[in-house]
């Protein structure tokens, strides 16, 4: 059996060599030539693809890396659009704010402008500082001869008098207290000066105390723009209007009223003998003090006449008063009005329409307490207080 497959393996070997001979007798020799070219060419043919797939794909990395650098070179041109657009908003901002500035400061020379225009054309019946409704209140003398505006008229005061310049504002209050020992020094302040009211019998503003005011101190009360506020303007919320004839014609002062005025003028008139003291002129003070004081809580009324002429300003004498001045209060907005005697005074705001005001309400405790007889000298206590 080994011996009879071994035959049949060899007759296999045989056959297909026999069948190779066959095909390569079969082939002329430039056949085979062509065929040992075809099989070389074809082995040569592989490398040369893996050759090129090799180039697609270092073309196709390097096509990403530059994809890559392209979009990091946006990223990076974006970013600094970012940055210069936000250095454009800072400094936009900064020139906004420039020019905010800029307006701010043209605004506050305008208004200064216009309160300056205002104090000249004479719409002040009064001596506040300064009103939105156009009454501004000076302490100053008014020189202005003009005759046909009504609010010259009312505040006029002596021609043939020249004003000084007026005193520094209470921005160098420290200048001011040095300039006061200074007054006291050379000035008598207890000397009426020519021309100024005063009681004939007294020889002071005030007549001899009454009796029926007993030991109570003496409260002396500013009228515009601390009790009251007007203009010659209409204002809708007036409280009442008074008129005032000048030179033959009669003109309309409409007037609003501080709230809680009636009630404080009411509770200190139990307290203290109480003096309206204003720089304005009689004409308008006394008219509207009778519908003001409906009852009648004030005790004295003294005007312009009855200031102290110092340096172009009507001061508020309070040594000229003919009361214990260590038992004298001044309430009034305007610190010029009190500058001799600041120990003595109490400051309240400018007051012009604010409705929610409750100053002189607020002010009400206080002036009780001073009321009391165990208080000797209020200039002690108020010099500790204001």
């Not at 990223?75 to 908003?89: A, E, F, G, L, P």
């Not at 515009?224 to 002062?253: C, M, N, W």
């Not at 009411?266 to 003998?273: D, M, R």
């Not at 519908?291 to 009648?296: A, C, G, I, T």
């Amino acid at each position: 059996m080994g011996l009879l497959s071994s035959l049949l393996c060899c007759s296999t070997d045989s056959k297909d060599d026999g069948n190779d001979k066959i095909q390569n007798q079969k082939l002329s020799p430039h056949q085979q030539q062509q065929q040992q070219q075809k099989q070389q060419g074809e082995g040569q043919r592989k490398p040369r693809q893996q050759q090129g797939q090799k180039r697609v794909a270092e073309n196709e990395n390097s096509d990403n890396n530059d994809s890559k650098s392209i979009d990091n070179k946006i990223r990076n041109d974006n970013s600094d659009d970012t940055k210069s657009s936000k250095i454009k908003q800072v400094n936009g901002s900064k020139s906004d704010d420039i020019e905010e500035e800029d307006d701010n400061e043209t605004k506050l020379e305008l208004s200064k402008k216009n309160s300056f225009e205002i104090n000249h054309e004479g719409n002040s019946i009064n001596e506040t500082e300064e009103s939105p409704n156009h009454t501004p209140k000076s302490s100053t003398l008014n020189n202005n001869n003009n005759q046909n505006n009504p609010g010259d008229l009312i505040t006029q005061v002596n021609e043939n008098k020249n004003p000084d310049k007026s005193l520094e504002s209470d921005d160098e209050e420290d200048d001011d207290d040095e300039e006061e020992e200074d007054l006291e020094s050379y000035l008598d302040l207890t000397k009426l000066q020519d021309g100024q009211a005063h009681d004939s019998e007294s020889g002071c503003l005030l007549g001899f105390k009454s009796e029926k005011f007993g030991s109570k101190k003496c409260l002396i009360l500013d009228l515009d723009e601390t009790l009251v506020h007007s203009s010659f303007k209409y204002i809708r919320s007036a409280d009442f209007v008074i008129p005032v004839e000048i030179d033959g014609q009669v003109h309309h002062v409409y007037v609003i009223k501080r709230p809680g005025v009636d009630e404080f003028l009411q509770k200190v008139g139990q307290w203290y003998e109480v003096v309206v003291f204003t720089a304005s002129v009689q004409k308008y003070g006394d008219p509207l003090l009778d519908k003001l004081d409906l009852n009648k809580s004030v005790h004295h009324r003294l005007f312009r006449d009855s200031c102290y002429n110092y340096q172009g300003n009507f001061i508020k004498n309070l040594a000229q008063m003919g009361r214990d001045v260590s038992k004298t209060i001044i309430i009034d907005n305007s610190p010029t009005s009190y500058i001799f005697h600041p120990q003595n005074s109490i400051p309240i705001s400018s007051w012009f329409s604010d409705s929610h005001d409750n100053e002189l309400l607020d002010l009400l405790p206080f002036l009780q307490d001073l009321s009391k007889p165990t208080v000797d000298n209020v200039e002690i206590v108020l010099d500790i207080s204001y």
